[in-house]
Structures are given as structure tokens and as C-alpha cells.
């Protein structure tokens, strides 16, 4: 993934559907569990490059933002798994400067991936 080309951006503010959530299904836990020597965008930037079609999951439509692109899902195994969700946006050079893939979710899954979870696997 070239720097230059794709800005990456991890979901950082808490939201009110956050809030009461148990805080190991949180993005910051999650990020500092597996890479606690990492620059967490750094750290969201190989593993995202490295995602294939095996991990991906499904695709949602954003009932929130419905304006905005479509919502990619993915899981990954590491020490447990983790649930991926990212939003892909392709911007004008001219008007934005860089295409962005927006971080929603990485984080712990709160239930475990069975032989189902993965449609391409």
C-alpha cells in the first residue's frame, strides 16, 4: 500500500454505542494487545495491505452515513479474532488530495468465526 497514494485513518473518538461496551472489544485495547510497540496506524497499515479474499466477511450497507461508501468486513486470526470493518473512499487528487480507507473497527470479536464466517475461504 503506498503512503503517498491511500491515507489510513483509525476510528479514535468514542461513540455513544461504545460507551458501554466491554473495553477488550474496543479498538485501542485490541490495537495495544497485538502491537504494543507499534504506531497503531503503522501497525493498521501492513495488516490491512495484507488481507486477502480468504478474510473477507461481507459487505454492509451504512445505515448511519448512507451518502458514503459501502462498508467492507473482514476477520483475521492472531492470539484471537479480530473483526475488521473499513470504509474505502476514492477522492479527487484535485479536491481531497489522497484516497482514505477509514478504520471503523478492529477489534476483538465478541463472538468466535466458525466454518461459515468466511464465504471465500
Known amino acids: 500500500m503506498n503512503q503517498a497514494v491511500v491515507k489510513i485513518t483509525v476510528k479514535k473518538r468514542k461513540e455513544k454505542s461504545e460507551q458501554d461496551k466491554d473495553i477488550k472489544y474496543t479498538n485501542k485495547y485490541t490495537l495495544g494487545q ?12 501492513r495488516e490491512l495491505a ?5 478474510n473477507y466477511i461481507e459487505t454492509l450497507n451504512d445505515t448511519d452515513y448512507t451518502d458514503r461508501s459501502e462498508l467492507r468486513v473482514f476477520g483475521k486470526k492472531y492470539t484471537a479474532d ?3 470493518k473499513i470504509r474505502a473512499e476514492l477522492a479527487s487528487g ?4 489522497s484516497n482514505m480507507i ?8 465478541q463472538f468466535p468465526f466458525d466454518d461459515n464466517t468466511f464465504p471465500y475461504s
Do not use: C, R, W
Open 34 to 45: 497485538l502491537f504494543p510497540n507499534e504506531n497503531p496506524v503503522d501497525a493498521m497499515k
Open 50 to 54: 495484507h488481507l486477502t479474499k480468504s
Open 82 to 84: 479480530v473483526y475488521i
Open 94 to 97: 484535485q479536491v481531497y488530495g
Open 102 to 109: 477509514f478504520v471503523l473497527s478492529f477489534h476483538f470479536a
